[in-house]
């Protein structure tokens, strides 16, 4: 047995890579998808409608994925002629391979659809009558709010002494986490000055 065989055998027996579809977490889709939106909810609101529509084509493309491969590999399976069945049978490794691989995308794919939905149907409840065009006449509100902050951080990171990507990745924490990572610079700061 290779090398590669072996660790592939382990890897398909090791349960974690089984029972969890990695993607994006609630923090990561909550906060971090919204930086630039946070602050103006219309907006906060829109991205998250925006996310929830790539999230739903990406679902469906993937579910049409998932059912051709499905067939090809029913079809590659069958009985057939000698001369053919050789030729198709080398197809089923690879398209039971494909199909394992569609199947743990579209697990996490529908987790983080799940997440956007139910935050939307939840924190944004209220917004979910406005129309189009009310939401595009907050435009000028949007960018006003997003360029003041980005001029505040420039500023704030000037004095704090971090980047600016960094300290817009701080603030867009939830309050707990924001003042652990600020608390643990200024102890950096002690350790660094000794």
């Given amino acids: 047995m290779t090398d590669v065989t072996r660790i592939l055998r382990e890897l398909d027996s090791y ?30 609101y829109w991205h998250q409608v925006l996310q929830l529509r790539s999230l739903r084509d990406t679902l469906e493309e993937m ?56 935050l939307l149907k939840t924190k944004y409840k209220h917004l979910e009558c406005l129309s189009e065009k009310e939401i595009l006449e907050k435009d000028a509100d949007y960018w006003v709010h997003r360029l003041r902050k980005q001029v505040v951080v420039s500023r704030l990171s000037r004095q704090v002494g971090v980047g600016e990507g960094e300290l817009s990745a701080i603030l867009a924490l939830p309050a707990d986490a924001r003042k652990q990572v600020l608390e643990g610079l200024e102890e950096n700061k002690l350790l660094l000055s000794e």
């Fill in 63 to 118: 579910q049409i994925q998932r059912d051709e491969v499905s067939q090809e590999l029913r079809e590659s399976s069958k009985s057939w002629p000698f001369w053919s069945y050789k030729s198709r049978q080398k197809k089923v490794p690879r398209l039971k391979f494909q199909l394992k691989k569609i199947e743990s995308t579209l697990a996490e794919k529908t987790r983080e659809a799940q997440f956007h939905y139910e």
């Fill in 15 to 44: 349960e974690p890579l089984q029972k969890y579809h990695f993607g994006h977490t609630p923090l990561q889709m909550s906060a971090f998808k919204t930086t630039q939106q946070q602050g103006c909810e219309t907006y906060e």
